[in-house]
């Protein structure tokens, strides 16, 4: 049945899906307009706590998510400059270090980092415009449900209460993203002021997803701006730690990165990393 829908009757069939998933918005109003479709399916998927989903739905769900990865574009490593290229940097393994400014699940690479919280199951807040609630939409649900199916093994062998530990990395696949993994992290909360425990703990998350990049085979990576934002790490010191994390780490690896992007999505972000690449 799936090959003969268009991306409209897909939309159609998933809305419909998820509001009979749902036993508080079941009857919720459906708008007409392409938009206002994506707004809700994507709000209930947001919402939804991790479980099974009948296999035609999660079959449609790929489908549809796939062509939605289509349409907003997939940029793959190689269509990306350099920093050596683009501002004829001169910093080590500048060959191989990029910044790109966008939406990070458009990337066709090895791995995407998520900027992650401690229970690891994404944002449930509908629409927010986080890092981890966009990787979860676009992923699809059995992301959610891979995450909680590792935090229930975690929690066999460390407690009932054990939520992720800062800079602890978490490997799952991408599903419907063009990216091949998401490696889900928590970086370190700023509560007041900044500590040089905060900065150990940023520059760490750097280093341990790189570990688990080497372990895994994943020859290229594009990070968030990891703690900035709603974590209030200050952007223009966590662009330093990043970049210094990642070429710390890449001289102890010479070999093993084809490419690390740094993905930014505002231009306050991208500024911070210009001014160490210009």
């Known amino acids: 049945m799936e090959k003969h829908l268009s991306q409209g009757q897909r939309l159609d069939y998933l809305v419909a899906a998820f509001k009979a998933d749902s036993d508080d918005y079941k009857d919720l109003p459906t708008p007409a307009d392409t938009e206002g479709k ?6 209930l ?5 991790p ?3 009948p296999p035609e739905v999660l079959h449609i769900q790929d489908a549809y998510l796939r062509e939605r990865a289509k349409e907003k574009g997939i940029v793959a490593a190689s ?3 350099t920093v050596r290229e683009a501002y004829g940097s ?14 990070i699940t458009r990337l066709a690479v090895d791995a995407i980092v998520n900027a992650a919280n401690s229970r690891m199951l994404g944002c449930f807040i509908p629409m927010h415009a986080c890092i981890d609630n966009c990787i979860h939409t676009f992923a699809g649900v059995r992301l959610r449900a891979e995450c909680e199916r590792r935090m229930a093994q975690l929690r066999k062998k460390f407690g009932p209460g054990y939520e992720q530990q800062t800079a602890v ?3 799952t696949d991408g599903y419907d993203l063009p990216a091949g ?3 889900h992290i928590v970086g370190p909360i700023v509560q007041r002021c900044l500590t040089k425990e905060m900065e150990r703990d940023l520059e760490l998350c750097y280093r341990n997803t790189l570990d688990m990049c080497l372990a895994n085979g994943l020859g290229t990576v594009a990070f968030c701006c990891i703690s900035t934002g709603v974590f209030r790490f200050p952007s223009k010191r966590a662009s330093e730690i990043a970049v210094q994390s990642v ?15 740094f993905n930014v999505f505002k231009d306050e972000d991208k500024a911070c990393y210009e001014r160490i690449f210009q």
């Open 38 to 43: 994506r707004r809700i399916l994507r709000s």
């Open 45 to 49: 998927m947001n919402i939804r706590l």
């Open 79 to 81: 269509e990306i400059p």
């Open 169 to 171: 990395p978490m490997l």
């Open 90 to 103: 001169g910093l080590a393994f500048s060959e191989k270090l990029s910044l790109w400014q966008g939406d």
């Open 181 to 183: 993994k998401v490696i």
């Open 247 to 261: 070429v710390g780490w890449m001289t102890e690896h010479p070999t093993v990165m084809k490419r690390v992007i």
């Open 51 to 53: 479980g099974a989903m």
